[in-house]
């Protein structure tokens, strides 16, 4: 006995896309692309790093977040240099 490869396929195609995760909708639509100039997510944007912390302060994994690899890479660098500049807390209340 062994899965049923279609019926996954068919349950993925009615979802709309194929492994879209929690939050199908991009969080950085206009950066990165190949005329963006500047880093992808700045320290300074407080309110851009906390949409991405849990209540507890801890940074959301990049499926439940809807980052690539690149974008959660930045905002790793971006939230502790913000927790650093006491922007951020390091704990949640």
Partial sequence: MGFDNN???DRDRDKGQAGTGLN???RFP????????????DYKEVEL?????????????RK???ANAQEQKALKLAVKRARFMALIPY???
């Fill in 7 to 9: 019926r996954d396929r």
């Fill in 24 to 26: 199908a909708a991009r």
């Fill in 30 to 41: 206009d950066r990165g692309g190949p005329d963006w100039v500047g880093p992808i997510v």
């Fill in 49 to 61: 790093l906390r949409k991405f912390l849990t209540s507890s302060s801890k940074m959301m994994s």
């Fill in 64 to 66: 439940r977040g809807g």
């Fill in 91 to 93: 704990r949640g209340a």
